[in-house]
């Protein structure tokens, strides 16, 4: 269990951006894979974007293009890059850490992305 902390969500214009960052209380992205997750209100979580242990990334097709995950592994820090934002975009964003071996599946609180005109 790690503890994660989501933080730069707020409120957008359409077409703008927005950079999120997710503090890791350790040295994870050596065991982990890590992911964003999303969850719009009355909507289920959904996987927006993911990064693994060994540099692969893969996005959902909502957000390719749109969108990019990165990792400072000095600071212990997962980042989602989002622009050109949409409004289906608005949602709480998670992140994810999946443990390579272990039964370990760790989440941040979450931060609001609202995207309005």
């Known amino acids: 269990q790690v503890q994660l902390v989501e933080s730069g969500g707020g409120l957008v214009q359409p077409g703008g951006s927005l950079r999120l960052s997710c503090a890791a209380s350790g040295s994870i992205f050596r065991s982990n894979d890590m992911g964003w997750y999303r969850q719009a209100p009355g909507s289920q979580r959904e996987l927006v974007a993911t990064?693994?242990?060994?540099?692969?990334?893969s996005y959902a097709d909502s957000v390719k293009g749109r969108f990019t995950i990165s990792r400072d592994n000095a600071k212990n820090t997962l980042y989602l890059q989002m622009n050109s934002l949409k409004p289906e975009d608005m949602a709480v964003y998670y992140c994810?850490?999946?443990?390579?071996?272990?039964?370990?599946?760790?989440w941040g609180q979450g931060t609001q992305v609202t995207v309005s005109s």
């Open positions: 990064l693994t242990s060994g540099g692969t990334t």
């Open positions: 994810n850490a999946k443990h390579k071996f272990l039964n370990r599946n760790s």
